[in-house]
């Protein structure tokens, strides 16, 4: 069973740029596109952008100019960077597996709270 | 952007009760279209996609259709562990969006 795990800092200073990385277990990272999407507290979900195992990576263009979204294959891990936060950069942020064929999410990471506030 | 717009916005209903929520897109996506469902503090969860196929261990009481510009996911008849908040997404373009969801409370 797939399972995947965000990790990084709760709390991030305005201006600053927000870092998670998420791990992947029970399965390879390879032949997968990987995603980032976001969800602010009591609202709906946003796609950041995805990654594939080989390093190709598609961008929302509401965020492009700000995200950066890597991969280690040999850790079986990818990552997240988002520069220049805001308060409204602040949100529940989950990594998910994107399935094979159409672009849908079939597995989550838990979420992980990140807060913009100084 | 495609837009997604879900409606209702809220329901309450009962146990046993047939749900029907609306999906309406701003442009033809042909069949591409996905709906999870969130429970409180928990991520989303794949229910459908294709507009129509469901994901592998989600009860057949859901069901999905439509194509185009109008999509609609059912629920047969609603089980306490249905009371959550459902997505749609749009799978034909990109960025790729989601509706704003539709939160089924109880009655």
């Known amino acids: 069973q797939v399972q995947l795990q965000e990790s990084g800092p709760g709390l991030v200073m305005p201006s600053e740029t927000l870092s998670l990385t998420c791990t992947v277990s029970?399965?390879?990272?390879?032949?997968?596109?990987w995603s980032w999407i976001r969800q602010p507290p009591g609202k709906g979900l946003e796609w950041i952008g995805y990654?594939?195992?080989?390093?190709?990576?598609y961008y929302n263009p509401s965020l492009k100019s700000r995200v950066t979204i890597s991969v280690d294959t040999s850790k079986n891990q990818f990552s997240l960077k988002l520069s220049s936060v805001t308060a409204a950069d602040t949100a529940v942020y989950y990594c998910?597996?994107?399935?094979?064929?159409?672009?849908?999410?079939?597995?989550w990471g838990q979420g992980t709270l990140v807060t913009v506030s100084s | 952007d495609i837009q997604l717009t879900q409606s209702p916005s809220f329901l309450s209903a009962s146990v046993g009760d047939r749900v029907t929520i609306t999906c309406r897109a701003s442009?033809?996506?042909?069949?591409?279209l996905a709906w999870y469902q969130q429970k409180p503090g928990k991520a989303p969860k794949l229910l459908i996609y294709?507009?129509?196929t469901l994901q592998s261990g989600v009860p057949s009481r859901f069901s999905g259709s439509g194509s185009g510009t109008e999509f609609t996911l059912t629920i047969s008849s609603l089980q306490p562990e249905d009371f959550a908040t459902y997505y749609c997404?749009?799978?034909?373009?990109?960025?790729?969006?989601f509706g704003g969801g539709t939160k089924v409370e109880i009655k």
């Open positions: 998910a597996r994107v399935a094979r064929g159409p672009p849908v999410f079939d597995y």
């Open positions: 029970g399965g390879s990272i390879i032949s997968y596109y």
């Open positions: 990654i594939s195992d080989s390093a190709v990576t």
């Open positions: 442009q033809g996506i042909s069949s591409y």
């Open positions: 294709a507009a129509s």
């Open positions: 997404q749009q799978l034909n373009g990109y960025p790729l969006t």
